[in-house]
């Protein structure tokens, strides 16, 4: 019996050609979208689950009960006093997570100058991590509890050293902390990608134990219990009751620390540490819950219109099938027997779209991978229970769709049949014209989720910044600060000025679109009000140039003299506010700020209030900003003319190599950085805007199907009309205009739904456009006219045909 | 073999009923081969379809081998006439997807019998048509009475005591059409297949042995030949 179906249903896949393409393209790629989505989701869930004992990890924050978030920056001495307390405690270890970045030195022979490398993901941690964190290792045996050892990761051992081997070589890091010599214990192979801690070098902590290796920073002593800067993960021992430690740890860091009064210790497990497991979730994490949610949302969204597609297309056939079900059961068939026979079409039908979709995803993979800049592939299907997900999800759409297209195309009373299928009625209409709602409904919500993205993202890219970010080059600056550093930053600065092509040059220690130097507290007036030291500051450290490059404008007073900058803002106690900081402290205006005294620890003097400009992207509100002055060398931007960019930057290169030797030359393009920020937006636009084009695509060839199929059935009717004297345009109505009136309706449901979830999408940006009207009829037009678009290919060709044979046929 | 007595069927049309059969009462016996005239709308078919209970009348009595077809349940009338009845159309209503042998085949596969007997009767039965050539071929690449001659094939396939016609030459040409009777006379003589066709034709209606003539719903005149 089943080979029988299965001939019969491939045989009929071959008869109705167009309505199996169709069919089978719907189902393919929304197959195929859902796979790749559910890679995504397998992706981002699998994350720091490749340890062993990843189950008993966890990173400890402390709260303090007032904060939403709380602090996962831990004194670096306090892991081994909690582990002394706290025998549940198999192991910790630490992370000074990118501590230790700037640049590394690699000598291949003792006396050469050596390769200098700009290296940001350079870690400190403590010697057992490479062991606690399952991280495999390639060459040594990666322990770091000496000072001055260091390992590194596979790709940059390449990097390095090439071929050779790289145990027991000898690298400079040259850091904040100075300039130190590390030698290398093992090389481990490259972080997986499913992890949230990374680095390309780790150092040893112990290092840091020696005032001589750091500099100066002494906030940094691994055994100091003030300031905080590690994050702290603890393996517990299995079976121990989460919530009972955590309260114990609660009261023991009470004691260890002085000022932990009314602090509270939580314990994240280290895999929730990229996705959190619920939306209230109220620790931090690194992956985000809400672009899953979203992504399967859409995911499922596309796969449920394939899906109605298919059911839609296949009910309107049945009538050409009618007969064969009739006749079926004239020579004996039962009901269920003429269902499975049609289930088996539709299994089939399924299998096929299903081998196309994985087809499909192997071609886009790439493309896909490229966009979302991670490494997917069908692989991590099978990691964990997405693999059922899946499974379950395209068998429960094949099973639904298919029995209720069996039982419609099994219904058909065989008298009725045999007497002639033109007097046959189509049950489940209204169904149908549900289901074709539902798809254009979904398909708009996604047209005007998109249109309001970009229109967000054109905003926040196009507002006025207050700042030009236009033909600027940032460059990089030294990474070792020390007293003849600041002369040769005062040269380069003066020998790039005198290049014909820049027009002004800048030094600060940020710069927009990228951070500021740190925030600060405890800032008020001479005579503060109530709470005001609790209010918090951005704080820039930039020379008297930077305001002149960027265009930034006074309001009051002036930029900093250059002695100022010689002398530091430490000793010169000058600052220059904008103007939401002057607000803030609690002057009237800019002009009442002028020359005022205002307090930090000791008194620095305003000497200028400039406007407020955008120093971050518009997801945020201007902050308070306090300038202070200094001979600034963490980036210098170069304000210059467009043309022979490259030959100049390289003109840059020059001088800059030649004042600071062994320092890589990195520069960037402002305009280039600052729109860095609006990544997610631009992503989310992309994402929105291919399923909203899928979606649109899938719903229109449904259309298409089902107006073809009217226009097969109306054949008499229409060619009755012409007869009468009907043209073509009354032809084409008669067609179009049932379905247009279903997309005029999934508009007026989209609408308000899209409207709802948008505004509640715009709530995040400090900066934002609202919803016009105009989204909506354009949302709608664009529905509309693809609809009509769709459903006047089948209605012209019907229009035109001969009446004498269609009535002749009759 | 089927008894039928005060068969109607109505339909309601506003207060008043609109009669397609009329109180008929009828007699086959077993090995009778009787034809069914009239003019267009006497209820010809109707009462064809009522005796192969692929339609219920709005009254009556209705027997079929002993038992009282209008007492049964849908499942069991299905059985019933699965088992006994096969039926000859004038559209041949063959399977356009499925070719000569495997339309033959279906009404077996229904039956639940299996494989190896399957095609032993279907090789059968082509054999004795004449038509093993053609076995391959689908429904729209063969001539009408070709055609016709597999929807009869089918229909004896299972081994019916009683075969239903409805106007089995109606689409065929007169020398088809003969040939096709001829068919249905020997299978009636030699094999006692009962026989009971739709038609138009005078001539064809003589092949019987009884012709029954159908007025408004009314039987109006008994012929035995």
Same mark, same amino acid.
């Given at each position: 019996?089943?080979?029988?179906?299965?001939?019969?249903?491939?045989?009929?896949?071959?008869?109705?050609?167009?309505?199996?393409?169709?069919?089978?393209?719907?189902?393919?790629?929304?197959?195929?979208?859902?796979?790749?989505?559910?890679?995504?989701?397998?992706?981002?869930?699998?994350?720091?689950?490749?340890?062993?004992?990843?189950?008993?990890?966890?990173?400890?924050?402390?709260?303090?009960?007032?904060?939403?978030?709380?602090?996962?920056?831990?004194?670096?001495?306090?892991?081994?006093?909690?582990?002394?307390?706290?025998?549940?405690?198999?192991?910790?270890?630490?992370?000074?997570?990118?501590?230790?970045?700037?640049?590394?030195?690699?000598?291949?022979?003792?006396?050469?100058?050596?390769?200098?490398?700009?290296?940001?993901?350079?870690?400190?941690?403590?010697?057992?991590?490479?062991?606690?964190?399952?991280?495999?290792?390639?060459?040594?045996?990666?322990?770091?509890?000496?000072?001055?050892?260091?390992?590194?990761?596979?790709?940059?051992?390449?990097?390095?050293?090439?071929?050779?081997?790289?145990?027991?070589?000898?690298?400079?890091?040259?850091?904040?902390?100075?300039?130190?010599?590390?030698?290398?214990?093992?090389?481990?192979?490259?972080?997986?990608?499913?992890?949230?801690?990374?680095?390309?070098?780790?150092?040893?902590?112990?290092?840091?134990?020696?005032?001589?290796?750091?500099?100066?920073?002494?906030?940094?002593?691994?055994?100091?219990?003030?300031?905080?800067?590690?994050?702290?993960?603890?393996?517990?021992?299995?079976?121990?009751?989460?919530?009972?430690?955590?309260?114990?740890?609660?009261?023991?860091?009470?004691?260890?620390?002085?000022?932990?009064?009314?602090?509270?210790?939580?314990?994240?497990?280290?895999?929730?540490?990229?996705?959190?497991?619920?939306?209230?979730?109220?620790?931090?994490?690194?992956?985000?819950?809400?672009?899953?949610?979203?992504?399967?949302?859409?995911?499922?969204?596309?796969?449920?219109?394939?899906?109605?597609?298919?059911?839609?297309?296949?009910?309107?056939?049945?009538?050409?099938?009618?007969?064969?079900?009739?006749?079926?059961?004239?020579?004996?068939?039962?009901?269920?027997?003429?269902?499975?026979?049609?289930?088996?079409?539709?299994?089939?039908?399924?299998?096929?779209?299903?081998?196309?979709?994985?087809?499909?995803?192997?071609?886009?993979?790439?493309?896909?991978?490229?966009?979302?800049?991670?490494?997917?592939?069908?692989?991590?299907?099978?990691?964990?229970?997405?693999?059922?997900?899946?499974?379950?999800?395209?068998?429960?759409?094949?099973?639904?769709?298919?029995?209720?297209?069996?039982?419609?195309?099994?219904?058909?009373?065989?008298?009725?049949?045999?007497?002639?299928?033109?007097?046959?009625?189509?049950?489940?209409?209204?169904?149908?014209?549900?289901?074709?709602?539902?798809?254009?409904?979904?398909?708009?919500?996604?047209?005007?989720?998109?249109?309001?993205?970009?229109?967000?993202?054109?905003?926040?890219?196009?507002?006025?910044?207050?700042?030009?970010?236009?033909?600027?080059?940032?460059?990089?600056?030294?990474?070792?600060?020390?007293?003849?550093?600041?002369?040769?930053?005062?040269?380069?600065?003066?020998?790039?000025?005198?290049?014909?092509?820049?027009?002004?040059?800048?030094?600060?220690?940020?710069?927009?679109?990228?951070?500021?130097?740190?925030?600060?507290?405890?800032?008020?007036?001479?005579?503060?009000?109530?709470?005001?030291?609790?209010?918090?500051?951005?704080?820039?450290?930039?020379?008297?140039?930077?305001?002149?490059?960027?265009?930034?404008?006074?309001?009051?007073?002036?930029?900093?003299?250059?002695?100022?900058?010689?002398?530091?803002?430490?000793?010169?106690?000058?600052?220059?506010?904008?103007?939401?900081?002057?607000?803030?402290?609690?002057?009237?205006?800019?002009?009442?700020?002028?020359?005022?005294?205002?307090?930090?620890?000791?008194?620095?003097?305003?000497?200028?209030?400039?406007?407020?400009?955008?120093?971050?992207?518009?997801?945020?509100?201007?902050?308070?900003?306090?300038?202070?002055?200094?001979?600034?060398?963490?980036?210098?931007?170069?304000?210059?003319?467009?043309?022979?960019?490259?030959?100049?930057?390289?003109?840059?290169?020059?001088?800059?190599?030649?004042?600071?030797?062994?320092?890589?030359?990195?520069?960037?393009?402002?305009?280039?950085?600052?729109?860095?920020?609006?990544?997610?937006?631009?992503?989310?636009?992309?994402?929105?805007?291919?399923?909203?084009?899928?979606?649109?695509?899938?719903?229109?060839?449904?259309?298409?199907?089902?107006?073809?199929?009217?226009?097969?059935?109306?054949?008499?009717?229409?060619?009755?009309?012409?007869?009468?004297?009907?043209?073509?345009?009354?032809?084409?109505?008669?067609?179009?205009?049932?379905?247009?009136?279903?997309?005029?309706?999934?508009?007026?449901?989209?609408?308000?739904?899209?409207?709802?979830?948008?505004?509640?999408?715009?709530?995040?940006?400090?900066?934002?456009?609202?919803?016009?009207?105009?989204?909506?009829?354009?949302?709608?037009?664009?529905?509309?006219?693809?609809?009509?678009?769709?459903?006047?290919?089948?209605?012209?060709?019907?229009?035109?045909?001969?009446?004498?044979?269609?009535?002749?046929?009759? | 073999?089927?008894?039928?007595?005060?068969?109607?069927?109505?339909?309601?049309?506003?207060?008043?009923?609109?009669?397609?059969?009329?109180?008929?009462?009828?007699?086959?016996?077993?090995?009778?081969?009787?034809?069914?005239?009239?003019?267009?709308?006497?209820?010809?078919?109707?009462?064809?379809?009522?005796?192969?209970?692929?339609?219920?009348?709005?009254?009556?009595?209705?027997?079929?081998?002993?038992?009282?077809?209008?007492?049964?349940?849908?499942?069991?009338?299905?059985?019933?006439?699965?088992?006994?009845?096969?039926?000859?159309?004038?559209?041949?209503?063959? *399977?356009? %997807? &499925?070719?000569?042998?495997? @339309?033959? +085949?279906?009404?077996?596969?229904?039956?639940?019998?299996?494989?190896? /007997?399957?095609?032993?009767?279907?090789?059968?039965?082509?054999?004795?048509?004449?038509?093993?050539?053609?076995?391959?071929?689908?429904?729209?690449?063969?001539?009408?009475?070709?055609?016709?001659?597999?929807?009869?094939?089918?229909?004896?396939?299972?081994?019916?005591?009683?075969?239903?016609?409805?106007?089995?030459?109606?689409?065929?040409?007169?020398?088809?059409?003969?040939? *096709?009777? %001829? &068919?249905?006379?020997?299978? @009636?003589? +030699?094999?006692?297949?009962?026989?009971?066709?739709?038609?138009?034709? /005078?001539?064809?209606?003589?092949?019987?042995?009884?012709?029954?003539?159908?007025?408004?719903?009314?039987?109006?005149?008994?012929?035995?030949?």
């Amino acid at each position: 019996m089943l080979s029988t179906h299965l001939k019969i249903a491939t045989r009929n896949l071959r008869r109705n050609f167009t309505f199996s393409v169709i069919n089978i393209a719907g189902l393919a790629l929304g197959i195929g979208i859902f796979l790749l989505i559910a890679e995504y989701v397998s992706f981002e869930w699998g994350f720091n689950r490749f340890a062993s004992n990843y189950k008993n990890i966890y990173r400890a924050s402390f709260f303090n009960g007032k904060e939403e978030k709380g602090d996962y920056y831990l004194p670096p001495g306090y892991a081994a006093a909690l582990k002394e307390k706290l025998p549940a405690i198999e192991a910790y270890t630490r992370i000074g997570e990118n501590l230790g970045g700037g640049v590394a030195v690699v000598h291949q022979q003792k006396a050469d100058a050596g390769q200098a490398y700009r290296e940001g993901n350079v870690s400190f941690v403590d010697g057992n991590f490479l062991q606690f964190f399952g991280w495999k290792l390639k060459e040594g045996n990666g322990v770091l509890n000496a000072a001055q050892t260091a390992a590194i990761s596979a790709s940059t051992a390449k990097k390095y050293f090439g071929l050779n081997p790289a145990v027991g070589k000898i690298i400079e890091i040259k850091n904040q902390f100075g300039s130190t010599l590390y030698t290398i214990t093992g090389v481990y192979e490259d972080v997986p990608a499913q992890s949230d801690i990374k680095a390309d070098v780790l150092l040893s902590f112990k290092t840091l134990e020696n005032p001589a290796f750091r500099n100066g920073n002494d906030w940094a002593d691994p055994v100091k219990l003030e300031s905080g800067y590690t994050y702290n993960f603890f393996q517990i021992r299995p079976g121990t009751d989460q919530a009972a430690f955590a309260k114990l740890a609660t009261q023991v860091t009470r004691q260890i620390l002085p000022d932990a009064k009314g602090l509270k210790v939580e314990l994240q497990p280290l895999k929730d540490i990229h996705l959190a497991p619920s939306f209230n979730y109220h620790f931090q994490t690194y992956g985000s819950l809400i672009y899953v949610v979203s992504f399967l949302a859409i995911a499922i969204l596309i796969t449920v219109i394939a899906w109605l597609n298919y059911i839609n297309l296949s009910t309107v056939q049945a009538l050409s099938r009618a007969k064969e079900s009739g006749v079926r059961k004239v020579l004996g068939a039962t009901r269920s027997q003429i269902i499975i026979q049609f289930l088996t079409e539709t299994v089939v039908l399924t299998v096929i779209s299903l081998l196309i979709s994985v087809a499909f995803v192997t071609l886009v993979q790439p493309y896909f991978n490229t966009f979302l800049e991670k490494p997917l592939s069908l692989k991590l299907l099978f990691d964990n229970w997405i693999c059922a997900g899946v499974c379950l999800v395209v068998i429960a759409g094949c099973l639904f769709s298919g029995i209720y297209v069996a039982t419609i195309l099994s219904a058909f009373s065989p008298l009725k049949t045999i007497r002639g299928v033109a007097n046959l009625k189509l049950g489940g209409v209204s169904i149908r014209k549900v289901l074709v709602v539902f798809q254009f409904t979904a398909s708009v919500i996604l047209i005007i989720t998109t249109i309001t993205l970009y229109r967000q993202l054109r905003y926040m890219q196009t507002q006025d910044l207050g700042l030009s970010l236009k033909q600027k080059v940032v460059i990089t600056g030294p990474s070792v600060i020390n007293s003849s550093g600041i002369d040769q930053s005062v040269a380069f600065e003066n020998r790039v000025k005198q290049l014909p092509f820049v027009g002004k040059i800048a030094a600060s220690n940020n710069v927009p679109g990228q951070g500021y130097n740190f925030s600060a507290q405890g800032i008020t007036k001479l005579a503060p009000a109530a709470g005001d030291e609790k209010k918090s500051y951005s704080m820039l450290i930039v020379d008297n140039q930077y305001f002149d490059t960027y265009d930034i404008k006074f309001k009051e007073g002036r930029a900093f003299t250059p002695a100022m900058l010689i002398h530091g803002w430490p000793k010169t106690r000058k600052v220059i506010l904008n103007e939401s900081a002057a607000k803030q402290l609690g002057f009237a205006n800019a002009e009442q700020a002028l020359g005022q005294k205002i307090n930090w620890g000791k008194e620095f003097e305003v000497v200028g209030v400039i406007k407020d400009y955008h120093h971050l992207s518009l997801h945020q509100f201007i902050q308070p900003m306090i300038f202070l002055p200094a001979v600034a060398d963490g980036y210098f931007t170069i304000k210059m003319s467009a043309a022979d960019m490259q030959q100049h930057i390289n003109q840059i290169k020059k001088i800059y190599e030649e004042l600071f030797p062994g320092e890589p030359f990195t520069f960037s393009f402002l305009d280039e950085v600052f729109d860095k920020q609006y990544r997610t937006e631009q992503k989310m636009g992309s994402i929105f805007m291919s399923a909203a084009g899928i979606a649109v695509f899938i719903a229109a060839m449904g259309l298409f199907g089902l107006a073809a199929f009217t226009a097969k059935q109306k054949v008499k009717e229409i060619g009755i009309r012409k007869v009468l004297g009907a043209n073509v345009l009354h032809i084409v109505q008669l067609i179009s205009a049932d379905f247009i009136k279903l997309v005029l309706v999934s508009i007026v449901i989209a609408s308000p739904i899209a409207w709802f979830a948008m505004n509640k999408w715009l709530q995040q940006f400090a900066y934002r456009t609202g919803m016009s009207w105009w989204i909506f009829v354009a949302g709608g037009s664009l529905a509309v006219t693809i609809a009509t678009l769709t459903v006047m290919v089948q209605s012209l060709r019907a229009a035109s045909a001969n009446p004498v044979k269609s009535l002749r046929n009759e | 073999m089927l008894t039928l007595k005060n068969i109607s069927k109505y339909y309601q049309v506003g207060g008043s009923k609109n009669f397609v059969l009329n109180n008929i009462d009828l007699d086959v016996e077993e090995g009778e081969f009787v034809s069914i005239m009239g003019p267009s709308g006497s209820g010809k078919s109707t009462l064809l379809n009522i005796i192969g209970m692929l339609d219920q009348p709005s009254e009556g009595y209705h027997y079929f081998m002993g038992e009282g077809v209008h007492l049964l349940k849908e499942k069991q009338r299905t059985a019933l006439y699965k088992q006994y009845i096969g039926f000859v159309f004038q559209a041949y209503h063959l *399977i356009d %997807e &499925l070719t000569v042998y495997e @339309n033959i +085949e279906t009404p077996l596969i229904y039956q639940n019998i299996k494989g190896g /007997e399957r095609k032993a009767l279907v090789a059968d039965i082509l054999d004795r048509f004449n038509i093993v050539g053609k076995k391959d071929l689908f429904p729209s690449q063969l001539s009408g009475g070709q055609q016709q001659l597999v929807g009869i094939a089918r229909a004896l396939i299972s081994k019916p005591r009683l075969i239903l016609a409805d106007e089995p030459t109606g689409n065929l040409n007169s020398k088809q059409g003969e040939e *096709i009777m %001829e &068919l249905f006379r020997k299978l @009636n003589q +030699e094999d006692n297949v009962t026989i009971i066709q739709v038609t138009h034709n /005078e001539k064809n209606a003589e092949y019987g042995s009884r012709i029954i003539n159908l007025l408004d719903g009314k039987i109006e005149s008994i012929k035995n030949i």
